[in-house]
């Protein structure tokens, strides 16, 4: 199912306006607006414009909350590689007690500190006690455009 706002929200992510998408695409800027109040709909050929790139990845994760914003957006997709821990400051998926996070995650000598890219909320410290998991580095993300 097309839904124009997921289009729109694509664009305001990649910080371009609807002149410079049309551009990119080879169509009109009144063909490309048409997109975006839902008037037409686009070809899967024009929208795959969008992602550009292949992301070496073994498997996705939604984005739940705004605790990773600005990067990683509520309701987004993180595109994870299965990986151990490569080095502090990177954003992991980790996993524990049933509850998986993604976060920079900095290793200490009594557990793993997860850090928040939303100044608004604190740290997350957890102990090796509780059987942390880092199950891989994030590579990626995108807004998916249906649900």
Not at 39 to 46: G, I, Y
Not at 86 to 106: E, H, L, M, P
Request: proline content about 4%.
């Amino acid at each position: 199912m097309y839904q124009p706002d997921k289009l729109k929200e694509r664009r305001k992510a990649l910080k371009l306006t609807q002149k410079d998408i049309a551009e990119k695409l080879g169509i009109s800027y009144q063909a490309y607006s048409a997109w975006e109040r839902g008037v037409k709909e686009p070809s899967t050929e024009k929208v795959s414009h969008y992602f550009t790139e292949e992301l070496a990845h073994d498997f996705a994760s939604w984005v739940s909350g705004d605790s990773m914003e600005p990067k990683y957006h509520n309701g987004s997709v993180a595109l994870i590689r299965e990986t151990g821990f490569d080095y502090d400051g990177a954003v992991y998926a980790v996993v524990c007690n049933s509850q998986t996070y993604i976060k920079r995650v900095y290793r200490e000598a009594e557990g793993l500190r997860l850090v928040y890219i939303n100044p608004k909320y604190k740290d997350i410290f957890i102990s090796y006690d509780e059987d942390p998991r880092v199950v891989g580095i994030i590579v990626g993300n995108f807004m998916p455009l249906e649900d």
